[in-house]
């Protein structure tokens, strides 16, 4: 009797061990790891299957993300054909019911937003367009917020027991993100209007916020890396015609916009664009303060 | 609310009805009450009146607003000349959540080489070996290589379906072959999947992978000796992934038989069974290895190999032992820009049963061990380049007096082929190939050059580690 009860003791506690256990979440992207670990809190767990430095739509479906995705109970991810290239097999061969197309458990951000980009004529000499639009959805913070609530929703279907501390961080986050959202666009007020030339087409959900002008991409096309021709007729149009400032993100080769730098003396600067893009941005609000202060400082004239 | 006036008529008439009813069955009816009913009758008319009023005038609000929306929706006075729109913008909500609407994704790839040999291709053989399936040499000169359609989409909740065709050319003349054709469930409880129909066989590494895949133009020297290229048959597939932190599944197979190095659909069609495991991971951010043990066991009757014309027809078994090796390398995992990839299987064979010899009037046994490897690296020094070295070789156990002087007869040669490889991608759909062998598999050697293209069109494929 004493053993029965002894057992009793020793199931109930495996059994409330696993009870307790965090929930797994699994982003494909840095930025919507940061944002489930503010909402999640200490109730999730969470991975991400690219780093800052490495280009979402180019990784591979290694095994450890299959062993990884196995696991999860909620994938966050950019969507819109971002990680067309490795998401739908790491989604077949992780064999997890919970975060199949359709269950809760599958969040695809992009599908929530107001999304840019998108294409009327879809034509791969184009280059690689994304048939959804944009993917590059988090460099507005409007996005995140409107991100944020989507994956409280989620987490608190997934988990009824604790919704009331998502709904909580929810709350908390929201207030202070508003209220950064509100001071990122006081400093960026005078950037309005600048004209700017980027790596890939990666941030236009930031122009879009901040006015600025996109005036030429290094890439030719989408997904095609900048070659010799392309570059210099850029040099052309930028001896013309110059543009403010030369923006790249993380994983992109800073060749380019160095060379082009160099010719024409525009200035380049690399943006964090995720968080962990830069020593400082190791946060979601550190990550648009570092942002707007490298826009600013090259871009505003008055400061 | 015509429904709602139709209803309000019908009461109506039924009070009149009663009425008249009443009227009939009780002729003599104080004028009060009769009074009483019409007042009643009055009450209900005039609260319906109104209620009807009420709709038509929200109706008319909604219409109006309705109308202010359109209006304000209409294209601004001339609006500012812009170029034509490339892009338009979403609204939030509007998502389709696949690049196909309903329609499987349907990918296309377009193989083409040109292949230029020392000796002619025809009449080389590799003393030690008579291959089967489809594991000849590319035809020499200008040839589309392998055409393939990928058909693909989730059944439902339950399943996913794939179909591969390659449109092939043999002797000259066209013919669709089926490559894969299957299906593979999604949501089976505590990590199983099941795969039915017909497809390449999970052993090894480069077994299931499709050529379009391939870091070189052909296929190794072990696969080509053993597995027919690559072996892919009509079957069910059992896989099994671990619950564990690192990569780990297992998996088993049973096929009918059909394909070399199986043959004649042996056992009634159970002709031939295997099972492999596969285990992998992450070393820091910039290295992922996979590496694997399989077993392929196939029973073949009067199967066919060596020439074409004048086949050698084995009864027996044929065991595959496979131990499979692969490791990425790209600076913090972004192979974008510069990765390399060194790949290495190790192939060993038994085939144990009986063989008519081409021309032969009776069998002889046969109880032979081979064994194949090969090594290969691929770098990318920069973006859209790419360069690879492969080296590998055979090796075959005498058979025996019996077969001396015959195509099984390994004259004491073992098979070496070395490849240079350099390749050029304009972008992930597209990529051009040279390669050089010196292939020093036959008793004579023989330098291969080939030059190859390879397309992909629509869906955009994602592919395997």
């Known amino acids: 009797m004493k053993n029965l009860l002894k057992l009793l003791i020793l199931l109930t506690a495996v059994f409330s061990s696993l009870v307790q256990a965090k929930l797994n979440v699994f982003a494909c992207e840095p930025e919507w790891a940061a944002l489930a670990e503010v909402i999640g809190g200490d109730l999730v767990k969470t991975t991400s299957a690219t780093n800052a430095l490495q280009d979402p739509h180019y990784i591979q479906a290694r095994p450890s993300l299959i062993a990884k995705i196995r696991k999860a109970d909620l994938l966050v991810c950019s969507g819109s054909e971002l990680e067309i290239g490795w998401l739908p097999l790491l989604l077949r061969k992780g064999n997890n019911p919970k975060i199949q197309t359709g269950k809760p458990g599958n969040l695809m951000a992009s599908q929530f937003v107001r999304r840019l980009d998108i294409p009327t004529v879809l034509d791969r000499a184009q280059g690689d367009m994304h048939s959804q639009g944009n993917p590059h959805i988090q460099t507005n913070p409007h996005n995140i917020a409107i991100v944020a609530s989507v994956v409280a929703e989620r987490l608190q279907q997934i988990d009824p027991g604790n919704a009331d501390s998502y709904q909580q961080n929810l709350a908390e986050f929201l207030q202070q993100w508003n209220q950064a959202i509100t001071g990122w666009e006081q400093r960026a007020a005078n950037l309005r209007g600048q004209e700017i030339v980027v790596h890939h087409k990666s941030w236009v959900y930031l122009e879009d916020w901040l006015g600025l002008v996109e005036v030429a991409t290094l890439e030719s096309k989408p997904g095609i890396p900048p070659s010799g021709a392309h570059l210099s007729q850029l040099l052309a149009q930028m001896k013309t015609k110059p543009a403010k400032l030369i923006i790249r993100s993380p994983y992109q080769d800073a060749k380019a916009s160095a060379w082009l730098s160099e010719k024409t003396g525009i200035p380049a600067t690399l943006l964090p664009f995720t968080v962990g893009g830069s020593d400082n941005a190791n946060d979601l609000f550190k990550l648009f303060d570092e942002t707007i202060h490298l826009l600013v400082i090259h871009l505003d004239t008055a400061e | ?465």
Request: hydrophobic share 35%; with cysteine.
């Open chain 2, 1 to 465: 609310m015509k429904h709602y006036t139709l209803q309000n008529f019908d009461l109506l008439k039924l009070i009149a009805f009663s009425l008249c009813l009443m009227a009939f069955t009780h002729p003599v009816i104080a004028e009060e009450s009769l009074a009483d009913i019409r007042a009643e009758l009055d009450t209900i008319r005039s609260q319906y009146e109104q209620r009807i009023q009420a709709l038509e005038q929200r109706l008319e609000t909604a219409e109006q607003q309705l109308a202010e929306q359109s209006v304000s929706k209409a294209p601004a006075p001339a609006p500012p000349p812009v170029p034509e729109p490339t892009t338009r913008e979403s609204t939030a909500g509007s998502y389709t959540s696949a690049n196909n609407q309903y329609n499987p994704a349907i990918g296309i790839i377009i193989d083409g080489e040109i292949w230029s040999y020392g000796n002619d291709p025809a009449g080389r053989s590799i003393p030690g070996f008579a291959f089967g399936g489809e594991s000849g040499l590319a035809d020499e000169g200008l040839s589309i290589g392998e055409s393939e359609f990928v058909f693909s989409g989730n059944v439902d909740n339950w399943f996913y379906g794939q179909i591969t065709a390659a449109i092939e050319q043999e002797d000259g003349e066209f013919g669709i072959g089926l490559e894969e054709a299957f299906i593979e469930t999604l949501s089976l409880p505590a990590s199983i999947t099941l795969r039915l129909g017909r497809f390449f066989s999970g052993v090894g590494y480069l077994n299931d992978k499709h050529k379009h895949t391939w870091d070189f133009a052909d296929q190794a020297l072990p696969y080509r000796a053993f597995m027919g290229s690559q072996y892919g048959d009509d079957g069910v597939q059992l896989r099994w992934l671990a619950p564990t932190d690192f990569f780990l599944e297992f998996g088993a197979e049973i096929f009918r038989g059909g394909s070399y190095p199986a043959g004649g659909n042996a056992n009634s069609g159970f002709g031939s069974t295997s099972l492999f495991a596969h285990t992998g991971g992450d070393v820091g951010f910039s290295h992922s290895w996979t590496a694997g043990l399989s077993w392929l066991g196939a029973d073949a009757a009067e199967r066919e190999s060596g020439d074409e014309d004048d086949p050698l027809l084995f009864t027996g078994s044929s065991d595959i032992y496979i131990a499979d090796f692969v490791w990425k390398w790209a600076p913090n995992g972004n192979s974008r820009q510069q990765n390399f990839i060194f790949q290495a299987e190790y192939l060993w064979r038994n085939e144990d049963g009986k063989v008519l010899l081409p021309g032969a009037a009776i069998s002889t046994p046969l109880d032979q061990d081979a064994s194949g490897w090969y090594v290969q690296g691929t770098y990318q020094w920069m973006p859209r380049w790419r360069a690879g070295l492969r080296i590998d070789g055979l090796s075959a156990d005498n058979p025996g007096m019996i077969y001396t002087g015959s195509i099984l007869d390994p004259q004491g040669h073992d098979p070496r082929r070395y490849s240079l490889m350099l390749d050029y991608s304009n972008s992930e759909f597209s990529r051009l190939r040279i390669q050089y062998n010196r292939d020093e598999t036959g008793l004579e050697s023989d330098d291969q050059i080939g030059l190859q293209y390879i397309m992909s069109i629509g869906a955009h494929g994602s592919h395997a580690f």
